[in-house]
């Protein structure tokens, strides 16, 4: 089993909105074969929470502005540390960078395979490690986000 058009829509949109805000590694998987429950997964973070915030506001927006989709159900919206929209299809985990490389969503779903994504989306892979070596935080602890 493979991803839906619908959730590979939705994931389309939904990376170009994180994109958009200037999320970091943005990066989806068809969980499908391995999951029943969604389709697919996109991961993106931000190096704090007021930037997790906007990109999870400007996703919701635009995939019920452009699709007409709204989460079942949002969740950590208080901490802004890692916000999950649940869109039963996707699941969108934006995460702080910190989060990102602490709980590592990578390595659990490193054999599911990536979702091609908009250019804009696919440009940010890197960009936390960017982040990091340019204020001083010497990248993340735990390496590569890819």
């Known amino acids: 089993m493979t991803a839906t058009d619908r959730s590979i829509e939705l ?6 909105a994180a994109a958009d805000k200037l999320a970091h590694d943005i990066i989806a998987y068809d969980v499908s ?18 930037q997790v915030k906007s990109i ?3 996703i919701e927006e635009r995939l019920n502005k452009e699709l007409g989709a709204k989460p079942v159900r949002r969740e950590g919206d208080r901490e802004a540390r890692w916000v999950l929209l649940d869109y039963v299809d996707v699941v969108v985990h934006v995460q702080h960078s910190e989060e990102r490389v602490f709980y590592a969503l ?4 490193k054999d599911c395979p990536q979702l091609e994504l908009p250019e804009d989306a696919v440009a940010t892979r890197g ?14 602890a735990g390496g590569e986000l890819s």
């Open 127 to 140: 960009k936390a490690e960017e982040y990091a070596q340019a204020h001083g935080d010497g990248g993340p």
């Open 11 to 16: 994931i389309n949109a939904a990376a170009q």
């Open 33 to 50: 074969d391995v999951l029943s429950i969604t389709d697919a997964f996109l991961l993106a973070s931000a190096p704090n929470d007021r």
């Open 56 to 58: 999870v506001d400007e």
């Open 106 to 109: 990578e390595r659990l779903w």
